[in-house]
């Protein structure tokens, strides 16, 4: 079914590669954020753990993009520019 695999070639994977790459990220995404609410609670402890969750996620996510596209041709421009 197209629905289940369009997204996941567009950025060169298939559906289980792409799975297993969106579960990662939710669970460093879900982790991190008690992180966050502890901060919230206490500011003087986790101060820059969830902005450093936020830059490794982005770092591993654009990394792992370009990698994929590279081979592939599913680059956009405006990726490209990134």
Known sequence: ????????A???????QHMRSSFSFGTKMFLNSFACFAHGLFPFICTS????????LHDRMIAHRHSHCGKSGNMSALEAAE
Request: net charge negative; glycine share 8%; proline share 4%.
């Open 49 to 56: 753990r969830g902005s450093q969750a936020i830059s490794d």
């Open 1 to 8: 079914m197209k629905a289940f695999t369009e997204h996941p």
């Open 10 to 16: 567009s950025v060169g994977e298939n559906y289980f």
